[in-house]
């Protein structure tokens, strides 16, 4: 099992990215996928999740209405349209999948910098 992020990079407040997670080794059709990040000297937080069941989307409160996550099976990435960056956005992101309670895999994560 791997997870690749990219798509990263340094960005002006209000402005767009859009973060690839490649994944390798599963289906990300089958299983709920997610995506934290961690801001400098904070903790790990919860971004968003992209259920297995339909597709259906959760998204934490800080970024309800500017971020979208969606996935494409075909490639098996999943991906996070970010929009109206805000410099409290800044943070490495990371995507997760967690098969069981035991058994969970984090990217390598990718840093967001939102700054003037």
């Known amino acids: 099992v791997q997870l690749v992020e990219s798509g990263g990079d340094l960005v002006q407040p209000g402005g767009s990215l859009r973060l690839s997670c490649g994944a390798s080794?599963?289906?990300?059709?089958?299983?709920?996928i997610k995506w934290y990040r961690q801001a400098p000297g904070k903790e790990r937080e919860y971004v968003a999740t992209?259920?297995?069941?339909?597709?259906?989307?959760v998204y934490a409160d800080t970024v309800t209405g500017r971020f979208t996550i969606s996935r494409d099976n075909v490639k098996n990435t999943i991906n996070l349209q970010m929009n109206n960056l805000r410099p409290e956005d800044t943070a490495v992101y990371y995507c997760?999948?967690?098969?069981?309670?035991?058994?969970?895999?984090w990217g390598q994560g990718i840093q967001v910098t939102v700054s003037s």
């Open positions: 997760n999948i967690k098969f069981t309670a035991v058994n969970e895999y």
């Open positions: 992209i259920t297995s069941d339909n597709g259906s989307t």
């Open positions: 080794g599963f289906s990300i059709s089958s299983y709920d």
